[in-house]
């Protein structure tokens, strides 16, 4: 398909509930899809339009919240990592992925796909934004024998702060190499990655993830002029989802440390318990007093009251209004990482709070519908699919 400026921006809004506070800001993704447009014409593609032996290229960003909000990558840090990448890795690709499901993340390579004519396939490695490269990477990190390419590119070109990495290494150890080079450089990294077969991918991706994000974004936005509660009830109804929380935030204690952005936000429920949410990059899990109410990969997402806008971890600031919405895991499409419990472990030391699995230090979660980390790749949605004014 060629989309066009309104298919764009119902992408990013939708990518942006998805997002669950983590995938880049609302801004930066308005503002990629608008330079995508000026560019030329992008295309996106059904999976199944594909060669099952063509290669397809993941497109990612790493970093903190803040340094993936908008402000630190242009497109031409992936056109600089995607030129490396083919004198690197000798391969050229037949289309672009996605690593994850975020209101900037679903452009990745619209831009690129604009300037050179390859396709955007409708094949992200995850349906909702995550906080770890492993989960962007397609199962490749259950094979440490296995050797890939990445190359990552970031910071003032010309300045002293500019990155230029490339690498192979099995996934896991090119992970930590780009997460570690963020974190020391305090700047987001542009990253091409993962050279992969088609018939590959379809058996590990979130097949679909952009087409269902249009559709969550189509919905929030033709229900946004009637007030977020009737944005919220009309979203519950297309994606099973429910609010967990309404009130204030009373505390957002965030702080970046090892290349994520984790910490506590506090909400201070309306006529009720306060609410804790976890946060690495995403919002992780929610608890009412040790009651765990919803667990990543559950998607959980933040609104501005007023404005019934989806919001970024960073954008819970004291004493703004919100509501927490939460959707199963059942009830998203998800990449087959999603399986893997044990990508929580590092998290969970980061954090200090258990997220699921063997050794936990917390209630299991209590979420309606929510089922152990055993579901099956892939799944998705059962229900039937159902003025701001335009930045594009």
């Given at each position: ?9 119902a992408l990013v809004y939708g ?138 590119v970031g910071g003032a070109f ?221 799944s998705q949605s059962r229900r ?9």
């Amino acid at each position: 398909m060629t989309p066009d400026a309104a298919w764009l921006r119902a992408l990013v809004y939708g990518g942006a509930v998805l997002g669950g506070g983590g995938g880049g800001s609302l801004q930066a993704g308005l503002t990629a899809a608008r330079d995508a447009l000026a560019a030329g014409t992008p295309h996106i593609l059904a999976l199944d339009r594909i060669d099952p032996r063509a290669t397809l290229l993941t497109l990612s960003a790493v970093g903190t919240v803040g340094t993936t909000s908008g402000g630190g990558l242009s497109h031409r840090h992936f056109a600089r990592a995607l030129a490396v990448f083919e004198s690197f890795a000798g391969r050229t690709p037949a289309g672009f992925i996605a690593s994850e499901v975020g209101p900037r993340a679903v452009t990745y390579g619209l831009r690129e796909s604009a300037v050179t004519g390859i396709p955007v396939v409708d094949a992200p490695c995850n349906g909702r934004a995550h906080p770890l490269f492993a989960m962007g990477s397609l199962g490749l990190h259950r094979r440490p024998g296995l050797t890939s390419a990445a190359v990552a590119v970031g910071g003032a070109f010309g300045s002293p702060r500019y990155v230029e990495l490339a690498i192979r290494a099995n996934v896991t150890t090119g992970g930590r190499i780009v997460r570690e080079r963020a974190a020391r450089s305090g700047v987001a990294l542009a990253v091409a990655r993962n050279p992969l077969p088609a018939a590959y991918v379809r058996r590990h991706a979130a097949v679909g993830g952009l087409a269902y994000a249009a559709r969550v974004g189509r919905t929030l936005l033709a229900r946004l002029p009637q007030g977020c509660s009737a944005a919220l009830a009309a979203l519950a109804k297309l994606m099973g989802g429910r609010v967990i929380g309404h009130g204030r935030v009373a505390s957002a204690d965030l702080m970046e440390q090892q290349g994520f952005t984790v910490g506590q936000i506090m909400l201070a429920r309306t006529g009720g318990r306060p609410l804790r949410l976890h946060v690495c990059n995403e919002l992780m899990a929610a608890d009412d007093r040790g009651r765990r109410l919803a667990t990543f990969p559950d998607l959980i997402t933040l609104f501005d009251s007023q404005s019934g806008l989806p919001l970024g971890s960073a954008e819970a600031t004291e004493g703004r209004a919100v509501a927490v919405f939460a959707v199963s895991r059942t009830r998203l499409i998800l990449g087959s990482t999603m399986q893997d419990a044990g990508l929580l472990r590092g998290i969970e030391e980061l954090l200090g709070v258990a997220l699921g699995g063997a050794g936990e230090k917390s209630p299991r979660p209590s979420m309606v519908d929510v089922t152990p980390m055993r579901l099956a790749p892939n799944s998705q949605s059962r229900r039937p699919v159902a003025p701001l004014p335009s930045l594009l």
